[in-house]
């Protein structure tokens, strides 16, 4: 089959977008993707090895548009359609596979134009909006926060997998703020960091650049050697030599580190869209796999709290809401339904 993936705008579609493309590949089909000039799918499918062919097209949001902006978004999403139309014909697709974002929906809208079969995969709990508008046009929908039909494993690099041990006591944590950081988190991080230091336990912490060097002063007028990251390429590797996880609840973030069997405590972004960090948390903690929080003063107690508890049995239940080869388990559902 030849496949494109389209979507992205942010990291966390694009992970996902890559590890079906990968997966798509190693089964002997033809890929290519459909991307933004804006965001970040140029950055990382630009010189890609894995797609045989990469677009990137004029578009951008147009959810927090107004006006004569909403006019103009929507102008070079509908240029953008017509441009995909024609690539889908070169390519001879024959799926459109949507990872969500914006930049996904001028080649979505133009495989139901042309009457190509349309996939979507959902990272979030709560259905984005393009993703809801095109959910009953398209031939297949998954999540790995439905049950039945619908569900699928969430596309995890399996180094995750391979690593991945239950924790039993807490001897070293990890704070992840995300790419960008989040300053409440480590703000957070630097106030219980005496606690952590008396009770013999290390810190991981990936702060984001702008704040790295402001932190790595703190941890230093505090006297406690914390290893401290602006930004890692190597945060597989650091989520295995930790116990504990304190973190935004980002859809990848958050499996991870159910695939490592890391417990986690997340203080979800506040301002996410449909606040979906809130309920991509949620299904941990309903599945008695995890902690929750909003951001709020007096939360350092409550994280104290859930440290100082007894670990394995979150592990445990972790181990269980997640399998390996989730991208391939996904391909193979769209071979099946050709």
């Not at 389209?6 to 089964?27: D, M, N, P, Q, W």
């Not at 695939?259 to 949620?282: E, K, L, M, T, W």
Request: aromatic residues 10%; negative net charge.
């Amino acid at each position: 089959m030849n496949i494109i993936f389209t979507g992205g705008g942010t990291g966390g579609h694009l992970v996902i977008a890559l590890s079906l493309a990968i997966a798509a590949k190693e089964r002997g089909h033809r890929v290519a993707f459909i991307g933004s000039t804006s965001g970040q799918d140029r950055q990382w499918f630009g010189e890609s090895a894995v797609f045989e062919e990469t677009y990137f097209l004029e578009t951008t949001g147009v959810v927090n548009k107004r006006g004569l902006g909403k006019i103009g978004a929507l102008w070079k999403i509908f240029k953008a359609l017509m441009q995909s139309r024609h690539i889908l014909d070169t390519f001879h697709a024959d799926y459109v596979v949507s990872v969500g974002g914006f930049s996904a929906a001028p080649a979505a809208i133009a495989s139901l134009t042309k009457r190509l079969p349309l996939i979507i995969h959902e990272q979030n709990a709560v259905t984005g909006k393009l993703n809801s508008m095109l959910r009953p046009y398209a031939k297949g929908f998954y999540s790995s926060y439905e049950e039945g039909d619908n569900h699928c494993d969430y596309p995890v690099s399996a180094r995750y997998f391979e690593n991945s041990r239950i924790r039993e006591s807490v001897k070293t944590v990890i704070f992840l703020g995300g790419s960008q950081g989040a300053k409440f988190i480590n703000d957070l991080a630097l106030e219980i960091a005496p606690w952590l230091h008396h009770g013999g336990i290390h810190i991981i912490h990936q702060c984001g650049a702008k704040e790295e060097e402001r932190v790595r002063h703190a941890y230093h007028e505090l006297g406690i050697e914390a290893e401290v990251f602006g930004f890692t390429t190597q945060i597989a590797e650091l989520i295995e030599r930790s116990d504990f996880a304190i973190s935004r609840s980002g859809a990848s973030t958050l499996w991870e580190l159910c695939a490592a069997c890391v417990p986690a405590f997340y203080i979800p972004y506040p301002s996410a869209a449909g606040d979906h960090q809130y309920h991509n948390a949620r299904y941990v903690i309903d599945h008695n796999a995890g902690w929750c929080e909003r951001q709020s003063e007096g939360i350092a107690d409550k994280l104290k709290e859930a440290i100082a508890s007894d670990i394995r049995l979150k592990s445990e239940a972790l181990e269980k809401l997640i399998s390996p080869d989730g991208a391939k388990h996904i391909i193979e559902k769209i071979e099946i339904n050709k």
